[in-house]
């Protein structure tokens, strides 16, 4: 009995026991060029910054892809020691969860024209402008943010509102058919698909100079992950390469 006893207290104590306890379960969604899967290999330099980062920091992780929409879940029910990363930080957000430093900054979003509106869309010399323009079309994917800045600028709109729950290439797609006349994207979404897409052809980029500063990604973790894991968390952040 005393043999047996002694053997589990070894199996409670074991450190690999100690480290399965410790670990976090560091969650990201599916999306190019940032982070995603190529013939079930983990692909994105944001994801290979994750990776570097909790390294870093000295941090046990078990790497998962969930849909965005689980992963925001699970915050919302408490799921413990758990994170996620590439997100922008909304007050919603802040509400369920705690937030790293600045993890990456985008380059300012830019406006995809379907080739048959560009005459019209180029008349405006502004963003502003062109979202007082009540003849044009602006294409939104459902349930994605453009920003603190943007999301009011788009909800005072005078544009006529296309909404499609659909992934941002699916909307590019519907620019490119002309479907709708424009709609916003991340630079590198735009870089990495036009590079892997056939049919994106009819979309012309534009830039606007009071387009707003690209914004912020973080490292997201649930609210009972301790302070002193956030602050090694920012450490390897602070001291990480770009």
């Known amino acids: 009995m005393r043999a047996c006893l002694a053997f589990l207290c070894l199996l409670y104590l074991s450190p690999g026991t100690a480290l399965a306890d410790d670990s976090i379960t560091v969650a990201w969604r599916n999306k190019a060029p940032y982070h995603y899967l190529e013939q079930g290999s983990e692909r994105g330099f944001l994801l290979e910054r994750a990776h570097q980062v ?12 969930q849909p965005a929409k689980r992963i925001w879940h699970s915050f919302a029910q408490g799921t413990p020691r758990y994170c996620s990363f590439g997100w922008y930080r909304l007050p919603e957000r802040e509400r369920v969860a705690q937030f790293s430093l600045a993890f990456h900054t985008d380059p300012p979003q830019i406006v995809l024209v379907s080739e048959q509106a560009l005459a019209a869309i180029d008349r405006h010399k502004s963003f502003a402008a062109l979202l007082q323009d009540r003849s044009i079309t602006l294409g939104l994917v459902d349930g994605v943010s453009y920003g603190p800045i943007l999301d009011p600028l788009i909800a005072g709109s005078a544009n006529r509102i296309k909404h499609a729950t659909v992934e941002p290439l699916v909307m590019m797609r519907m620019v490119a058919a002309h479907r709708v006349d424009y709609m ?34 973080y490292i997201v973790c649930s609210k009972d992950v301790p302070a002193a894991l956030m602050a090694k968390i920012n450490r390897a952040i602070q001291s990480a390469p770009d």
């Open 184 to 217: 916003l994207a991340d630079q590198a979404d735009w870089d990495y698909l036009r590079q892997h897409e056939s049919n994106l052809d009819g979309i012309a980029e534009q830039h606007f100079a009071d387009m707003p500063p690209g914004l912020e990604r």
């Open 54 to 65: 909790f390294a870093a920091a000295g941090i046990q992780t078990r790497f998962v892809q």
